[in-house]
């Protein structure tokens, strides 16, 4: 059995719920651009970054648009989504994630935030949990978007533990992935039809056990 150093969390959809506020404002765009985006469609935007996400948005939309325009749809988007976060606290901390961390420290485990996005840190912020990691990589520090394994990898590098004693936590199957790449283990927080291929899937921090992790 591989020893385990540090547990990896993602951040929207394992500590924060904050698809709702991506999907508020990705909703906005698209009914100024006439046309609806249902929640379903919006499973396809979970880990994945603001310009795939966009492109996304767009194909739904059947639009295009020149790569300027790309980019202020882009900014506008961020600036709604920013002004949902900026109001929020530590009441939405998902169920499990607080304990969860403070758990994971008392058991001597490093902690490491690996999101995807450029808000992250506002977040932590926000929610009053940026001291419980001891490195946050989030889409500012790492270029290549999650399958690919560049953050979860940084994480490991900026906590100076080798991939293979590292447990990832994902709400995406792109993130899923990334750890699998990355050479880590992994638990998904969610539904077993997205997440199957993580070593272990959970439907919310709550579930887990630090004693439980160190057998997997
Ligand atoms: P931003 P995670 C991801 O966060 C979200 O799941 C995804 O929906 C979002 O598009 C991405 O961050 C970029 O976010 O626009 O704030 O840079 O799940 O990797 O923590
Ligand atoms: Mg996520």
């Avoid at 992935?177 to 709550?206: D, F, K, Y």
Wanted: charged share 25%; glycine share 6%; aromatic share 6%.
């Amino acid at each position: 059995m591989q020893s385990l150093s540090a547990c990896i969390f993602d951040l929207d959809g394992v500590i924060v719920d904050t698809a709702k506020y991506h999907f508020l404002a990705w909703k906005r765009l698209a009914s100024e651009w006439g046309f609806d985006f249902t929640l379903e469609q919006n499973e396809q935007l979970k880990g994945v970054s603001r310009m795939r996400s966009l492109e996304i948005l767009l194909s739904i939309g059947g639009i295009t648009l020149d790569e300027d325009s790309k980019q202020k749809a882009a900014a506008r988007k961020n600036e709604w989504y920013v002004e949902y976060i900026s109001n929020m606290d530590e009441s939405e901390l998902l169920p499990g994630a607080k304990s969860l961390l403070i758990e994971v420290k008392e058991q001597g485990l490093m902690t490491a935030l690996g999101s995807a996005s450029k808000n992250a840190t506002l977040i932590l912020d926000r929610t009053h949990i940026t001291k419980y990691f001891d490195a946050i990589v989030d889409g500012i520090k790492a270029s290549k978007a999650k399958p690919d394994p560049e953050v979860f990898l940084r994480c490991a590098s900026e906590l100076h533990v080798p991939p293979q004693e590292c447990i990832v936590f994902e709400d995406a199957k792109a993130g899923i992935e990334a750890a699998i790449q990355a050479g880590m283990r992994s638990i998904g927080v969610g539904s077993p039809e997205i997440l199957g291929i993580a070593n272990r899937v959970v439907s919310s921090l709550a579930e887990v056990k630090v004693q439980d992790l160190l057998t997997l």
